[in-house]
Nanobody, 127 residues
Framework: QVQMVQSGGGLVQAGGSLTLSCTAS????????MAWFRQTSEKEREGVAC????????YYERSVKGRFTASRDNSKNTLYLHMNNLRTEDTAMYYC????????????????????WGQGTQVTVSS
């Protein structure tokens, strides 16, 4: 049974930083992609970062590139999202996700291609 448990998030002022964590269990980490998505009541869920667990190659959504960094700790089976220079428009519910690559390229950061999901964590950026 696969479980994805998230932690982190909260309230921060614009320009501040937060780190999200996602610990996965029950996954076979050969050829797995993991990702961070976010969603608001006004926007569809969008891929923020998608990472190949094996190679570490990472795709970033255009608006977060240079501000957010996705990383992984293989020894802890944990995915991180380090968010710097946060903006009010980054306010959203953030979800981690995982899939077996199945030949999908890691840059295909689309939610319907992911199988396993974390419970979500709220990030609120105040002005």
């Amino acid at each position: 049974q696969v479980q994805m448990v998230q932690s982190g998030g909260g309230l921060v002022q614009a320009g501040g930083s937060l780190t999200l964590s996602c610990t996965a269990s029950g996954l076979t980490f050969d050829d797995v992609h993991m990702a961070w998505f976010r969603q608001t009541s006004e926007k569809e869920r969008e891929g923020v970062a998608c990472i190949s667990w094996t190679t570490g190659s990472t795709y970033y959504e255009r608006s977060v590139k240079g501000r957010f960094t996705a990383s992984r700790d293989n020894s802890k089976n944990t995915l991180y999202l380090h968010m710097n220079n946060l903006r009010t428009e980054d306010t959203a519910m953030y979800y981690c996700a995982a899939r077996n690559s199945g030949g999908i390229y890691y840059t295909e950061c689309v939610d319907v291609t992911f199988t396993y999901w974390g419970q979500g964590t709220q990030v609120t950026v105040s002005s």
